[in-house]
């Protein structure tokens, strides 16, 4: 994979899933999320390589439609960040982020920062 910075870590996670070492929890609505935000104005991904990345994604990942978690079982700061969390909880697995503050202090969420 190429990126600007080819030692991203989330080049090097994703790089990791293809081989293998990780897999990665995808829902319906996660992948309609990945297909908007690959294709950002902003982030100047030219849009085959979008489309190449999300079609790797697909392939690699693992299908569920979780059982959405409410307010009452953990409170989110963005609600369309829930799908992502339900999917983790669902697979009794981590959800790997860049920062805490999109999710709640949770045994689930690990920072990118402490795999690489």
Do not use: W
């Not at 990791?16 to 950002?40: A, C, N, P, Q, T």
């Not at 489309?51 to 953990?74: C, F, M, Q, W």
């Not at 669902?90 to 790997?96: G, H, Q």
């Amino acid at each position: 994979m190429k990126s600007q910075n080819d030692d991203a870590k989330s080049v090097q996670l994703l790089e990791d899933v293809f081989r293998g070492k990780y897999e990665i929890g995808l829902s319906s609505e996660i992948v309609k999320e990945y297909r908007d935000v690959l294709h950002r104005p902003h982030l100047n991904i030219d849009p085959e390589d979008a489309d190449a990345v999300r079609a790797l994604v697909e392939k690699h990942g693992y299908y569920i439609e979780p059982r959405p978690s409410t307010n009452d079982y953990v409170e989110m700061r963005d609600e369309k960040d829930r799908v992502f969390f339900d999917v983790a909880k669902c697979l009794n697995t981590k959800l790997i982020t860049r920062n805490y503050k999109d999710y709640p202090v949770y045994e689930r969420v690990t920072l990118i920062d402490e795999l690489y």
